[in-house]
């Protein structure tokens, strides 16, 4: 027999406008292939516009977001407002009126995650948010579930497909920033205000959720170290790519000695690494296990039906009674654990890309290589491409690429060099990340 499942939408926008026309269209599909029907109850939102070109009937309008939240005919609310104030209110009210609720808003989870997850807790019900940071990937239900017998040490992704598609064009294509930015804007592939988006927030909202599950923590999403791509500069990408690496808005987390460094930034990564292809707007993510090793999670991170999907495949998790089982027995929710110590940028290690703008002139290549010594970096490879132009005056690039180098270090040598008077712009600095290295049957 079939469970039936009575669902609300709160926000008809993209996503919500999706979510209602695969459950009207395919209830049939999605019934048999998972034993639950699914009924489409209301839809709450401003307008009702989308809702209506997605075939939802008049009569379903709920023009009245306080009656619908409580109805007792329904059993899930699906919150796709998006934003912080509003959809923190909609979500603890549904939830102290005893219903579910299925959301895609990784801004909201990853600054209020705790207190939400512990509401729903004390009220006997669950919240589901797949769709919340790899769009249509199943990476949350992977973490939650699939890799339940590992210790994870590592999670990498490509998780903002807008600033993907945006280095695609900037690699392959030769493009500055400024006109990859115009072109995803017009594609429909980035918002006409896309600062979350490249700046990284975006990323970082995620990379938090998937943090927090992964290793079981509560995260300080305001102790996030996050860079973005809005101020990567075309020679690096190109300089970058004669090196044999290309460039990639990561974000990770990882454990270390000390404790777990979540970061969102650029980096350069080897052609050989996993997510080297990943390219336009498609999301990647992988995840290290001690038992798995390394698992890749690849699809498309955005748009409305991969990202209804994933809000589709959450209310009947909640159907079948998979996921209020996951949330009740296992222990890696934010509510359920203790601070964890997030380690400094600073107090980490890795290669590095270097560009310092310097004067041609004897001695200064010399000048460079010992404060970098003094600062116990080690050199492996530079370059200092020939210029057309003469004088002593004249600032051309000097690329060099580090040995694993302490971040601090790092930092310490570069304030040392731009305030030289041989150095001109401030030197750009690019982490070169490799692949994380698998560390099978031990949880040390």
């Known amino acids: 027999m079939k469970t039936t499942i009575r669902v609300a939408i709160v926000g008809c926008g993209t996503v919500g406008g999706s979510v209602a026309s695969l459950l009207l269209k395919d209830r049939r ?11 489409l109850a209301a839809v709450h939102t401003r307008t009702f516009s989308r809702a209506t070109d997605a075939g939802v009937p008049e009569e ?9 939240l409580e109805r007792r005919d329904i059993d899930v609310v699906v919150e796709l407002i998006g934003g912080l104030t509003v959809a923190r209110d909609i979500v603890l009210r549904a939830v102290a009126n005893g219903k579910h609720v299925v959301t895609a808003n990784k801004a909201l989870l990853a600054h209020h995650g705790t207190e939400l997850w512990e509401a729903a807790r004390a009220n006997g019900v669950c919240i589901g948010f797949e769709a919340s940071t790899a769009g249509g990937i199943p990476v949350i239900r992977a973490i ?6 590992n210790r994870i040490d590592a999670v990498y992704g490509i998780v903002n497909g807008t600033s993907n598609y945006i280095l695609t064009q900037m690699t392959q294509q030769g493009m500055g920033y400024a006109d990859a930015l115009a072109g995803a804007q017009r594609d429909g592939l980035a918002e006409a205000d896309p600062s979350l988006d490249v700046n990284g927030t975006d990323s970082a909202h995620k990379v938090a959720i998937m943090a927090a599950l992964a290793f079981g923590i509560k995260v300080d999403f305001d102790a996030i170290p996050v860079s973005g791509i809005d101020l990567l500069e075309s020679v690096d990408v190109t300089f970058g790519s004669d090196l044999g690496y290309v460039v990639k808005l990561l974000a990770v987390a990882h ?3 000390d404790g777990v460094t979540p970061w969102v930034r650029p980096a350069f990564i080897s052609r050989e690494h996993p997510l080297a292809w990943v390219s336009g707007p498609f999301n990647a993510v992988s995840i290290y296990g001690h038992a798995t090793g390394h698992t890749l999670y690849y699809g498309r991170g955005a748009g409305g039906h991969p990202t209804a999907s994933a809000v589709i495949s959450d209310i009947l998790s909640i159907g079948m009674g998979t996921l209020p089982a996951v949330f009740d027995h296992t222990g890696y929710w934010q509510d359920r654990n203790k601070d964890a110590r997030q380690v400094p940028m600073a107090q980490t290690s890795s290669r590095f890309y270097l560009r310092i703008m310097a004067k041609d002139q004897p001695g200064v290549l010399a000048e460079i290589a010992r404060i970098f010594g ?12 020939e210029v057309t132009e003469d004088g002593a005056e004249t600032l051309v690039p000097i690329v060099i690429t580090t040995h694993i180098s302490a971040q601090q270090n790092l930092e310490d040598a570069l304030a040392h060099i731009d305030a030289l008077d041989i150095t001109g ?3 750009a600095c690019i982490p070169i ?9 031990t949880t040390e």
């Open 144 to 149: 939650t579930d699939g890799l339940l017998a």
């Open 433 to 441: 990340i490799e692949e994380h290295a698998e560390r099978f049957g």
């Open 60 to 68: 379903l309008f709920e023009r009245s977001l306080e009656t619908l």
């Open 29 to 39: 599909l999605i019934g048999e292939r998972s034993g639950v029907d699914v009924e």
């Open 425 to 427: 712009e401030r030197a």
């Open 374 to 385: 003094n600062h116990s970096i080690s050199i492996a490879s530079m370059l200092q491409p």
């Open 255 to 257: 454990r270390t000695p």
